[in-house]
């Protein structure tokens, strides 16, 4: 009789413990009430990503927002009401986000499966996941589900939290501490700086006007620079130039393989080589294994924080729009 008690209150332990891990987020959440989710969220974002190349580094970009701003809770996905433009949408880190027609177009597939059921935080988590699978044709990391929805979104906030290509390491590891991440998840996630492109004015100061006098970055490759000198012809130029030259489209390890070389292509970037610990994992991750395990872990992490379960929030019928 012991043993059975004992038994049931182990087994009532590690199932609470199950449920509430990562706020009440769990895999194959929509098993009973869409069962085909996740597979509709994965052929449409492979559809647009067999004919956009570009579309990966967007998506995990905005995931990659959304989480920092309010939590995973696609408040990134809402629109400004009126002319207001006050929404974490027209925040200036926010302005050059693309792929939102992706997401609405999922959504609208799912409307039509099973109605208001599948979240857009949701949405949003799993097609960043999809659209760097596609390049491998499997899924490169676990996404657990039942995100909802936030009804709140403020582009001031999306300013206060969003970390900066400016930063160094301190305000780095500050901004993700708050977050509940750590050191090593600000490196591996760092790496998703392997596909995509940035923008000269988040960067072109390291080329002609470092510290106000007009000079170069001293810690930026030389050849590099010269490089990006090329493609940036002074400070107000806004051309967007591929963060990886080598494979921009792939998604691989050679960020952290250029990054050695001094050729990281934002301060933020350079700024992990100034931090002993961080620098000894850039250098780990530029083994392409140890790369995908790691980033795999730190996006699950990421896709944790401060998510909305249970009947906080709510399921939008468009992501764009809170419900009425």
Known sequence: MNFNLLLLV?????????????????????????PLAEKIIQNVTWRHVSSNPNLPAKLIRMHFHDC?????????????????????????????????????????????TCPGVVSCADILTLASRDSVSFQFKKAMWEVVTGRRDGRVSIASEA????????????????????????????????????????HCNFFSNRLYNFTGKGDADPSLNSTYAAFLKTKC???????????????????????FVILKQNMGMFQSDAALLTNKGARNIALELVDSADFFTEFARSMK?????????????EIRKKCSVVNA
Not at 26 to 32: D, E, G, H, I, W
Request: proline share 3%; hydrophobic share 40%; aromatic share 10%.
């Open 10 to 34: 182990f087994l009532a332990f590690f199932g609470v413990f199950e449920v509430c891990e990562g706020g009440g987020l769990r895999k194959n959440y929509y098993r009973n009430t869409c």
């Open 233 to 255: 012809r002074n400070l107000s130029d806004t051309t967007a130039v591929a963060m990886d030259p080598g494979s921009p489209r792939n998604f691989d390890s050679n960020y």
């Open 159 to 198: 300013l206060a939290n969003i970390p900066s290509p400016f930063f160094n390491f301190t305000t780095l590891k500050q901004g993700f501490q708050a977050k509940g991440l750590t050191v090593h998840d600000l490196v591996v996630l760092s790496g998703a700086h392997t596909i995509g492109v940035g």
């Open 301 to 313: 992490r990421m896709g944790a924080i401060g998510v909305l379960t249970g009947s906080a929030g």
């Open 68 to 112: 920092f701003v309010r939590g995973c809770d696609g408040s990134v996905l809402l629109n400004s009401t009126g002319n207001s433009r006050s929404a974490e949408k027209d925040a200036i880190p926010n302005l050059s986000l693309a792929g939102f027609d992706v997401i609405d177009d999922i959504k609208a597939e799912l409307e039509k």
